[in-house]
């Protein structure tokens, strides 16, 4: 990896150090009595560790929200890894160099640890790889360079290049707030080029620039603009141009998701009944469902994905009883489609979540 540089933002923009003096002037003499929220500052490298340690290092580091792959020649020849990270209230902005990497934040993690944020990577050198999720669009970009979103109640898989990523977790009640159907972000991506998603490559990396001057009242009104503008670039991106259309489109799907999640437990769930049930225009819905390969497959993706809840949450039932309760056919029709969006059978993945509920127990 090159040592350390600025980045070239796609169009360059005002950074929080200007925003800093409006803010500062604005707010007069009164604001400057209330007390700011504290940052929390921290760094980390792969540097200070033996060759054969770094790549375990670089695992243990990230592992607290994903799980680092390491290859054999990684393990042995070493791995070069470093990550700085603000965190103020409930907003983080990290900066992290590494090598070739391989991320998988499999099911068995998402259904038992408490991690309902979402990551917002906005790639500053390198591509973003790889980045396989349950509700990836058949047409979404390859590898490209730009910024991808990810919930992490959901789970995913990345393969990436050796990179420059600057990642902004934000809280899914924020993310809920501006964007209604926030979790149909998960595993999208947007490239580089358009206005609002150069000015939030741009924004962000000179967030991260000036935080070591910023105090937390600062700090915080800089992330929240971050993610404003991630998720308007979200919502361009998305076609949602018009207010009103947008007002619609995100009512609507919110009272799909809403009617799917209710159902998940009766066996004439399907698409058709949606849409009957609701009184809603056919093409119009299964359009708007495209980026997660339909209605019909996001309905059987959520009901694998409270299957894998369950699995955890109650290992006494057995596998029949929860395929049968959300609608399955068979248990080995359940079983085929648990490994196909997963890559792990429902027993394997109840016995890794009570593995990992016992350790998290146990520390």
Not at 40 to 49: D, K, L, Q, V
Not at 244 to 269: I, K, S
Request: positive net charge; contains cysteine; proline residues 4%.
């Amino acid at each position: 990896m090159n040592p350390r540089r600025s980045p070239s933002p796609p169009d360059a923009v005002a950074g929080p150090s200007a925003a800093r003096g409006r803010h500062s002037a604005s707010v007069g003499g009164a604001a400057t009595a209330q007390r700011s929220p504290a940052i929390a500052h921290s760094r980390f490298s792969t540097a200070t560790f033996a060759r054969g340690e770094q790549a375990l290092a670089w695992r243990q580091r990230v592992g607290h929200v994903v799980d680092m792959l390491p290859t054999q020649q990684q393990l042995a020849d070493g791995f070069y890894g470093e990550i700085e990270r603000y965190a103020v209230g409930d907003f983080s902005l990290t900066d992290a160099r590494t090598d070739a990497i391989l991320l998988d934040r499999p099911v068995a993690r998402v259904s038992t640890d408490g991690r309902r944020d979402y990551a917002f990577h906005v790639y500053v050198e390198g591509e973003s790889g790889y980045v396989s999720g349950m509700q990836r669009k058949r047409s979404a970009p390859g590898s490209v360079r730009g910024i991808v979103a990810l919930d992490l109640n959901q789970p995913f898989s990345t393969d990436r290049a050796a990179c420059r990523v600057l990642t902004l977790f934000v809280p899914e009640a924020r993310v809920h707030e501006a964007f209604a159907d926030g979790e149909s972000l998960h595993g999208r991506i947007i490239e580089y080029g358009a206005p609002l998603t150069n000015l939030a490559f741009a924004h962000l990396s000179a967030t991260f620039a000036d935080l070591g001057s910023l105090d937390g009242n600062e700090a915080m009104e800089s992330f929240e603009a971050g993610a404003q503008l991630l998720l308007a670039a979200y919502r361009k991106d998305a076609s949602l141009t018009g207010a009103g259309r947008a007002a619609m489109r995100v009512a609507v799907m919110g009272q799909v998701r809403r009617y799917v999640e209710a159902n998940l437990h009766d066996q004439d769930l399907t698409p058709t009944s949606v849409v009957d049930a609701l009184q809603l225009k056919r093409a119009t819905i299964y359009r708007w469902f495209e980026h997660e390969g339909g209605l019909g497959t996001y309905i059987r993706n959520r009901r694998l994905r409270e299957a894998a809840r369950e699995l955890a949450a109650f290992p006494h039932l057995r596998v029949a009883e929860i395929a049968y309760g959300l609608g399955f056919k068979s248990p080995s029709d359940f079983t085929r489609a648990f490994r196909r969006a997963f890559d792990i059978s429902p027993q394997d993945m109840r016995e890794q979540a009570l593995s990992l509920r016992y350790a998290r127990e146990a520390a």
